[in-house]
Structures are given as structure tokens and as C-alpha cells.
């Protein structure tokens, strides 16, 4: 959907090793955002990004950092992973150049990550 | 503050009859509020959107959305259900920068 790539799709590492998830979309969309879904409380918003080195934190940024330095790449750290931060990794992009969110986001198919 | 609730995790409807994904919102303003559809091992799908206008929103795969402001309501409807309808449904409000997600519904559609 609205060319967004997300990488890798599954992952399983231990607690204390950093993790990079990747996401790559071709729309030039200036709007990013990583959301975690997890049962019973839908997606929450960790982190967005509303150009080129502008991001923001989201709900539940803990534990995570951002960065975009092209408009096509928007990358989620997690700089200790811990086993609370297992999880599915959504990507999103909208477009438009107002904040108010009244266009729809495009979501990417997810990185499923493990951490034992 | 702006959330949104669905108050229901299952919904089951028979393949033929009406299907009713139940949102309501709690939002300061004019909202924004969006339905998504998300099939296994997928991301989220845009479905429809309610800005502003008439309160009947027209979407994708024959469903649509009534905007009940008196109910603070944005019920997810089709005349008749698919078995492909099944998987599972969120409700999102709009607010400045991002969405706020409902905790979804997990609509199941009977042969």
C-alpha cells in the first residue's frame, strides 16, 4: 500500500541487543509514523515524523528512537530491546502539509519482533 | 482528549445478512474519524473517512459509515456480508499529527 516497504519482516533477538527497523516508501509523503500493535490496545503511536530530520515523540516512545534523514527513510531504534518491546511494528505515511489528520495514512505489512 | 471505543472485540454475522461494527468517540471539536481493515499477516487498510458533510460516508468493498453526532457514533455497516469480510476492524480518530486507534473488532462471517 502506497509503496511502503518495511524491513526485516520478522525478527528474534535477545534483551540488551539493539534493534533497527527499517521502513522505505516511494510516494514522497511527507507525514511518517511507527506504531505498535499489540492485543488488546490497538495501535499506539510511538514516534512520527513530519519532514526530514523534524520527528516527535508519540503514547509510548520509551525505549525508542527515530531518525529520517531522506524523505523516503524513517528508521525505529531500540537502543536495549527489552522483552516488553515484543511486539508488531507498523509503519505509516500520509500525505498532505497540514498537521490535522484528516488524510488517511498508508500502513505498511509490519516487521513481527521478538525479543527472548 | 480524544480517544475512541469499540465497544465490542467479536462480532459473528452470517454470510447474506447486515454486518454492524459499533464506534463511538469522545473527541473535543469536529472529528476526524476513519474505519481500517486489517487481514491476517497485513498492515492496515483505509476503508472510509468522515471529515465533514453528509453524515453517510461511502467506502471501499460496498461498506459505509453513519456519523451520529447526537450519539457521538460512527458505526461501520454493510448490507451483506462476505466471507472475505472477515478480519478484523479498527475505528480511529483524526486529531493534530496523528490517529488514536480504537482496540478493534474482530468480525467473523458465517457460511
Known amino acids: 500500500d502506497a509503496g511502503i516497504t518495511q524491513s526485516p519482516r520478522h525478527k528474534v533477538t535477545e534483551t540488551g541487543t539493539p534493534v533497527t527497523l527499517r521502513c522505505h516508501q516511494t510516494e514522497n509523503h511527507r507525514y511518517m509514523y511507527w506504531y505498535r500493535q499489540d492485543p488488546g490496545h490497538g495501535l499506539r503511536l510511538i514516534h512520527y515524523s513530519y519532514g526530514v530530520k523534524d520527528t516527535d515523540k508519540g503514547e509510548v516512545s520509551d525505549g525508542y528512537s527515530v531518525s529520517r534523514s531522506k524523505t523516503e527513510d524513517f528508521l525505529l531504534t531500540l537502543e536495549s530491546a527489552t522483552s516488553s518491546q515484543t511486539s508488531v511494528y507498523f509503519c505509516?505515511?500520509?500525505?498532505?502539509?497540514?498537521?490535522?489528520?484528516?488524510?488517511?495514512?498508508?500502513f505498511g505489512d509490519g516487521t513481527r519482533l521478538s525479543i527472548l | 482528549a480524544q480517544s475512541v471505543a469499540q465497544p465490542e472485540d467479536q462480532v459473528n454475522v452470517a454470510e447474506g445478512n447486515p454486518l454492524t461494527v459499533k464506534c463511538t468517540y469522545s473527541v473535543s471539536g469536529n472529528p476526524y474519524l476513519f474505519w481500517y481493515v486489517q487481514y491476517p499477516n497485513r498492515g492496515l487498510q483505509f476503508l472510509l473517512k468522515?471529515?465533514?458533510?453528509?453524515?453517510l460516508v461511502k467506502g471501499s468493498y460496498g461498506f459505509e459509515a453513519e456519523f451520529n453526532k447526537s450519539q457521538t457514533s460512527f458505526h461501520l455497516k454493510k448490507p451483506s456480508a462476505l466471507v472475505s469480510d472477515s478480519a478484523l476492524y479498527f475505528c480511529a480518530d483524526g486529531g493534530a499529527n496523528n490517529l488514536f486507534f480504537g482496540t478493534g473488532t474482530r468480525l467473523t462471517v458465517i457460511p
Open positions: 468522515y471529515i465533514t458533510g453528509d453524515n
Open positions: 505509516a505515511t500520509r500525505r498532505g502539509q497540514g498537521l490535522l489528520s484528516n488524510q488517511p495514512q498508508h
